[in-house]
């Protein structure tokens, strides 16, 4: 769906660096989601948020950190905590939530350890 | 917590064959259960939805059924395909909680 823009596309990190994906989104929605996709694991829950300035965590919180302080942008930090940070990382937002709404995605981005 | 199996994790079909992929969930109060198709390299997508107050629903070639005493749903699509070619997600959640995903199914539709 074109209302939600993930950036960058190929994201590259060093050791003991903090990288940060943003996620913006157009479609007035509430709610926001990232999760993160590894060959063979389908979709993990990181983190999601409800309304702005609110959060909860994931299945595999560790590591990440995101904030909320604007309806449409939900950035997610993978800090240096994060020892196997390589995976392709989706956002998505559904108009209320969590749960019982369809969720419409962004593209994606592609992290690796340089 | 909610846990999702997907099986199988790969399909290889003849065009014009069906498909079927299953999913059994684990928390009797999920009750939204949506199924995403993703291409290679794309995101994935929303192809078909049911609720728990429905026991089948269809969109041309693809149609969800859903037993919640036995709490397992499916998809199962018709006449594939090359282009059905993808990884298929099913999901479950209630209230409150947010989507938990399968690990996703191959589906391969050769020519």
């Known amino acids: 769906d074109g209302g939600i823009t993930q950036s960058p596309k190929y994201l590259f990190r060093k050791e003991g660096q903090n990288v940060t994906l943003s996620c913006e989104q157009n479609?007035?929605?509430?709610?926001m989601y990232w999760y993160r996709q590894d060959p063979g694991q389908g979709l993990r829950l990181i983190y999601y948020?409800?309304?702005?300035?609110?959060?909860q965590k994931g299945d595999i919180a560790e590591g990440y950190s995101v904030s909320r302080e604007k309806k449409e942008s939900f950035p997610l930090t993978v800090t240096s905590a994060q020892k196997n940070p390589t995976a392709f990382y989706l956002c998505?937002?559904?108009?209320?939530?969590?749960?019982?709404?369809?969720?419409?995605f962004g593209d994606g981005t592609r992290l690796s350890i340089l | 917590g909610e846990n999702v199996e997907q099986h199988p994790s790969t399909l290889s079909v003849q065009e014009g064959d069906s498909a079927v992929i299953k999913c059994t969930y684990s928390?009797?109060?999920?009750?939204?259960f949506p199924w995403y198709k993703q291409e290679l390299g794309k995101r994935p997508q929303l192809i078909i939805d049911?609720?728990?107050?429905?026991g089948e629903k269809k969109d041309q070639r693809i149609a969800v059924t859903l037993n919640k005493t036995a709490k397992h749903f499916s998809l199962h699509i018709t006449e594939t395909q090359p282009e059905d070619s993808a990884v298929y997600f099913c999901?479950?959640?209630?209230?409150?909680?947010?989507?938990?995903f399968g690990k996703g199914t191959t589906l391969s539709v050769s020519s």
């Open positions: 998505a937002s559904s108009q209320a939530g969590p749960g019982n709404q369809p969720q419409h």
């Open positions: 999901a479950a959640s209630s209230e409150g909680t947010a989507l938990i």
């Open positions: 928390d009797s109060a999920s009750n939204y």
């Open positions: 948020s409800q309304i702005v300035n609110d959060f």
């Open positions: 479609l007035n929605h509430d709610a």
């Open positions: 049911i609720r728990s107050n429905v």
